[in-house]
């Protein structure tokens, strides 16, 4: 288990992460993810979020397997988290957390949050920052950080 930056090569394999755990974050599993998130989520799109200046990307790997993704994008807006269902439940989301927070200068953060994450988040101290939204059966609950 380790650690790293994540790659351009590694661009399929995410995307195809991020897709399986739709059921997560769609209002209602059974539905299709709408065309607009669609979009973000080829290999295509995470080529060019991590070939970005605009973002910081680590996986987690064990055993050879990509169990977990972080994207922060700069300055401080955790764009992407997430950990292959399989691995769900051993810290691995407190562990890529850790390691990106780390890797930035900044003392707050944001993110919109699936209603499914909202408590994984406020066991890092996040809070509600706003009332939840709701986008084409996705709903998101917008949190924050501040550090002192």
Known sequence: MSIRRATKEDAEKLSDLVKSLAHFYLDHSTDELPQWLTDTLTSDAFVKRLASKEYINF???????????????????IYHLFVSEQYQGNGISRLLWNHAKSSVAATSFTLRSSVY?????KRFG???????????????QPMKLVQH
């Open 59 to 77: 996986i987690y790997e064990q055993d050879s397997d990509i169990a977990g993704y972080i994207s922060l994008k700069k300055p401080n807006h």
């Open 117 to 121: 994450a909202i408590p994984i988040y």
């Open 126 to 140: 996040f809070v509600e920052s706003d009332a939840i939204g709701t986008k084409d059966g996705i709903s998101f």
